[in-house]
């Protein structure tokens, strides 16, 4: 929805409270937007106001002491509208992690911007005053080659995003956008400290997050339990699992597990029975944006579960391992410094510990990120490629990545892909259409912000990945899950379904007659065909996203 315009020459904005959000009318700020603060009695103490002080009190609070740093200095997840009446200036603000998603668009003549306007859907904003909707090929391109570089761009050409981290200010002639946080690397802790102070920041993001009727997800790896088990000792919680009886990805033995040690128990979902396509028509009109995520339609089971249990807000521990880290990006800086044979100690020690080879650890960790200098093989038309740019522009990424030289460096580009605040939309989407708030102790930024600090060393070590968070979670969680070395994949259920829906060559035919335009038939049914005769994953998820750039456009009836 839109609950943000601006007609420049108008003496204010029209603001209005987003659904589970605020509106606040103050003399020196107008302020509308959604919040959930990390620490709420700390901040209302900091500036002044009494504990119950509402939202938008405390926004325009935050904004009238540390005006443009207003937002590094708000702790939490939000997205935020605020006109500074004395400066005639409208501030856009999203947190550190794009939690809470924020598009915005600009209407006039010759590019000179004459309405401003902001909202949490990019679709509500496609039409602005009648226009007509019109696809960004260049994020469709990145779509299709599961490639996410612009931050800025949504599938509505004259629709864009708010970047995580930063803020559009708008005077009605200059716009600027500013970005105010960034991850950076801490000074190291003591030994003897670090342990603690990872558990403790841990244990006080789960802190922040439970409030209400407060649910969990459960799926037997280190992530889910450990926001649980920490969850669980804070206030009685329901668990949501998901189960595959009869494929490789079924966790119900570590699950049970954690039910047993933690006192938790589980509502079971059997997985096999959901399908992501039955799932799409609905998902399409819940998202602003095309179904990128494969495994959607297993989260939004999830919601619903948690829903029907009661609960208002999910706990999940979502890219638990971007934040804590496997560590094995150490193995790629020992690779670019020549330290051959402390780099074939760790590789030994990781593979046995895994049990895979050498070979294949040094493959799919080190040579792999070497070998990527054309980033990945696209499905896309070669005219609509050179029509993007798309080549010099994924080079362009791939070199900056190479650029890397520290492990730390490294941590930090993988906490800010662009990918993870476009999943967190399409999850908050997902969620907020079935009644609940997902919420991710593991994006606190205190937290992430301490991981990337930690040494290269404490992330992996003598083969074991996440090494810092296995020893500081002792007694959080049963031991049988702490030192787990694998973990089951989701894309088993995914792949069958996918293989099943493909069989029917006229009915994919007919399916991506919007999208064949864009993109190199012969390639896209080399793919199909080798999800049919070998199931295979990767080729899976480039048919999918190939049909749920379709299924939208046939939706939002826009042409290529």
Known sequence: MMWARWDGASPKPFLTAPEGGFFYVG???????????????????????????????????????????????????????????????????????????????????????????????????????????????????????????????????????????????????????????????????????????????????????????????????????AVACAARRLAPVSAHALVFPGLSSDESRYIGIVERECGIDATRIDGTKLNPWHALERATVTQSEPVGAPNLFLHEALYESARRSGATVLLDGLDGDTTLSHGMERLVVLAQRGRWLRLLSETRSFSRRHGITMRRTLRRHVWSRWRRRRGPRSILDEDVAQRVAFESTTRAHLSSLRGLRTEQELHRANLERGILSHALELAHHAAHARGIEPRYPFFDRRLAQFCVSLPATWKLRDGWSRWAHREASAGLMPDEIRWRVRKARLGPQFTQCMRGLVRDEHAIEHRLQRVLPLVDRARLNDYRDRLLHAADLASAVVVWRALTLDVWMEQWNISA
Not at 67 to 90: N, S
Not at 133 to 141: M, T
């Open 27 to 225: 003399e020196a700020f107008l302020c509308a937007g959604t919040i959930r603060w990390d620490e709420r009695a700390a901040a209302a103490h900091a500036l002044g106001l009494p504990r119950n002080a509402a939202d938008g009190e405390l926004v325009s609070a935050a904004f009238e002491r540390w005006r443009d740093e207003a937002p590094f200095h708000i702790l939490g997840d939000f997205a935020l509208a605020v006109f500074d009446v004395r400066r005639r200036r409208l501030t856009l603000a999203r947190d550190v992690f794009g939690v809470h998603p924020m598009y915005w668009t600009a209407g006039g003549d010759l590019g000179i911007p004459e309405v401003l306007a902001a909202g949490s859907r990019a679709d509500a904003l496609a039409r602005l005053d009648g226009r007509e909707a019109r696809l960004d090929e260049v994020r469709a391109a990145h779509h299709l080659a599961g490639w996410s570089v612009d931050a800025t761009r949504t599938f509505f050409r004259d629709v864009k995003r708010v970047p995580r981290a930063h803020t559009i200010s708008w005077d009605g002639h200059t716009l600027q956008q500013r970005e105010y946080w960034r991850l950076n690397v801490a000074p190291r802790r003591s030994p003897e400290r670090a342990l603690g102070e990872l558990r403790a920041r841990f244990e006080r993001a789960v802190a922040c997050r439970v409030s209400g009727e407060t649910a969990v997800t459960l799926s037997g790896g280190l992530d889910s339990t």
